[in-house]
């Protein structure tokens, strides 16, 4: 609804500058690869809206790895991407 994304956008401001078709769209449609329906998307921006401000590369990566070991879910999106990739293979790719 509208009054969520005027609080990710006020959260997270740099959304803005985001490109539609080139960042936020690939990513959505991503996380709808992997079963994650619109509310569990909301969900996910809502708790860490910076999530979308991640490389393509990075965000694909990261959400593949945690696919495969079972352990991808809505709520460790915005955890996976603020760790370093020294710690995120540590953590994840034995």
Same mark, same amino acid.
């Given at each position: 609804?509208? !009054? /969520?994304?005027?609080?990710? +956008?006020?959260?997270?401001? /740099?959304?803005?500058?985001?490109?539609?078709?080139?960042?936020?769209?690939?990513?959505?449609?991503?996380?709808?690869?992997?079963?994650?329906d619109d509310k569990e998307i909301?969900?996910a921006l809502s708790r860490f809206?910076?999530?979308?401000?991640? !490389?393509?590369?990075?965000?694909?990566?990261? +959400?593949?790895?945690?696919?495969? !070991?079972?352990?991808?879910? !809505?709520?460790?999106?915005?955890? +996976?991407?603020?760790?370093?990739?020294?710690?995120?293979?540590?953590?994840?790719?034995?």
């Amino acid at each position: 609804d509208d !009054s /969520q994304v005027a609080k990710t +956008i006020a959260t997270f401001p /740099q959304l803005m500058g985001c490109s539609l078709e080139e960042n936020l769209k690939p990513k959505v449609e991503l996380l709808r690869n992997f079963d994650f329906d619109d509310k569990e998307i909301v969900d996910a921006l809502s708790r860490f809206p910076p999530l979308l401000a991640y !490389s393509k590369t990075r965000f694909e990566h990261r +959400i593949h790895v945690l696919d495969a !070991s079972g352990r991808l879910t !809505s709520k460790s999106l915005g955890g +996976i991407m603020t760790l370093t990739d020294a710690k995120f293979r540590a953590r994840f790719e034995r």
